[in-house]
Each structure stands twice: as C-alpha cells, then as structure tokens.
C-alpha cells in the first residue's frame, strides 16, 4: 500500500509503498446503469481512466498536450465518499482513477484511449507492474454511446493484435470521488520518493518514448 513518508523510510519500504496486501474482491454483480454525461465547461471535457496507481497515470495525462488538468481520485465501486485507506481495502469496489480535463479541440476522446492503452501492460489483470488488487485495476469509463464504442473498437483491436486478453474493463460513468489532498500532483511534489523515482518516472518516461508526438513541449 501507497503510504506518505511522515518519518523516515527505508528505501527498501518505499520500494514498495504502493503495494497493495489486499486480495482482489470478488467482483460485485451490478445492473445495467446508464452512464451519466458530465457537462462540458468553457469547451473543456472531462474523461476518467483506472490505469494502477492514480500518481503514475496522473502524470502521464498531464504531460500530454491538449490536457489542462489531471486529479486523482476513486471511481467504479459501490461505496460513498472513499478514502484512501477504505479503497486499499479492496472491498469498496473502488479503483484508483483519474480525471482528465482536456481541450477536445486539442486532443481527442479517442487519442485519450491510446494514451490510456499505450501506457500499461493492457494484460495485467487487477493491477499495473508491483501494485495488486482490485483497487488498481484497469477500467475505462464512458459517458456516451460513442464513447462506448470508441473504447471497445480500440480494446478488440489491441486484442487481435497482441493476441492477448486485454483486461480494461468498460464500464458506464457514474461518480468520481475526487482523492485526498496530498495525492494531487504528488509525481511532482515528492520527485525524490522512492516509488516516483523507480516506478512513476520510469512508466512516464517509457510513455513518452512511445508517443512523442504528443508530449507537451517544456518551457
């Protein structure tokens, strides 16, 4: 489990401190719900994405162009107003998760897609590199129908390509519970924590090499 350093850590904990001990739940049998439309604002969309830990994904979306803002929070369970601690658990049905705000103008729903699949292992299930459970599961929410069908187009395409199960699951947009406070920017905040430096950085870094195309240029 993720923990902020209050006292002095070991590099061998921090190593470690997004790892999870919790099992991954039994999956809850939900009903078909419709997905529900966030409204644009001043032209900017919003979007939400499971990808593992919400400090690495929030990071790679917020170095893409076209992207205003990235927030970490919970997303896709059963419980009202998650903490941290509560979703670690693995028994909120909650997942890490982000919101993107984004200028459609700029960058496309469907290019949000790619970056959501081109910056995991699209095959690891109910988790992304050393972080397990169904807290870090994969999920892509959608608002719409057309969402919806970008998403699943996408998905079996990767599929028949790699050959592989892809473990996105794709699921309507109901609520996202914006996270704790110190969660927010913390790849940028904390750049010598442990985790950052060997974790967070590196699936950035190997994001970036992948889509230069559209990383934001730096000032």
């Known amino acids: 489990m993720k923990r902020i350093p209050y006292i002095v850590l070991t590099i061998?904990?921090?190593?470690?401190?997004?790892?999870?001990n919790s099992q991954p739940t039994k999956k809850d049998t939900k009903p078909?719900?419709?997905?529900?439309?966030?409204?644009?604002?001043d032209g900017i969309e919003r979007a939400y994405f499971a990808s593992g830990c919400f400090w690495c994904v929030e990071a790679i979306y917020e170095s893409v162009k076209g992207v205003q803002?990235?927030?970490s929070g919970y997303s896709g369970g059963h419980?009202?107003?998650?903490?941290?601690?509560?979703s670690n658990t693995g028994r909120t049905g909650h997942a890490e998760a982000v919101e993107i705000y984004y200028d459609p103008k700029i960058v496309s729903f469907a290019t949000l897609v790619d970056v959501?699949?081109?910056?995991?292992?699209?095959?690891?299930?109910?988790?992304?590199?050393?972080?397990h459970g169904s807290q870090y599961r994969s999920i892509?929410?959608?608002?719409?129908?057309?969402?919806?069908?970008?998403?699943?187009?996408?998905?079996?395409?990767?599929?028949?390509?790699?050959?592989?199960?892809?473990?996105?699951?794709?699921?309507?947009?109901q609520k996202f519970w914006k996270g704790e406070g110190y969660h927010q920017d913390y790849e940028k905040r904390?750049?010598?924590?442990g985790y950052i430096r060997n974790v967070?950085?590196?699936?950035l870094k190997r994001f970036q090499s992948k889509f230069p195309e559209l990383i934001k240029e730096k000032h």
């Open 12 to 20: 061998t904990f921090l190593m470690t401190s997004c790892q999870s």
């Open 32 to 41: 078909n719900l419709d997905p529900v439309q966030v409204e644009a604002v």
């Open 69 to 71: 803002e990235s927030i």
């Open 79 to 86: 419980t009202e107003n998650p903490t941290y601690e509560a």
């Open 116 to 131: 959501y699949f081109g910056s995991q292992n699209p095959t690891q299930i109910n988790g992304q590199g050393p972080d």
């Open 140 to 173: 892509i929410f959608y608002q719409n129908e057309e969402q919806k069908k970008i998403i699943e187009e996408k998905k079996a395409a990767l599929g028949k390509k790699t050959n592989r199960r892809i473990a996105a699951e794709v699921m309507p947009f």
């Open 190 to 193: 904390n750049p010598n924590n």
């Open 200 to 203: 967070s950085i590196p699936r």
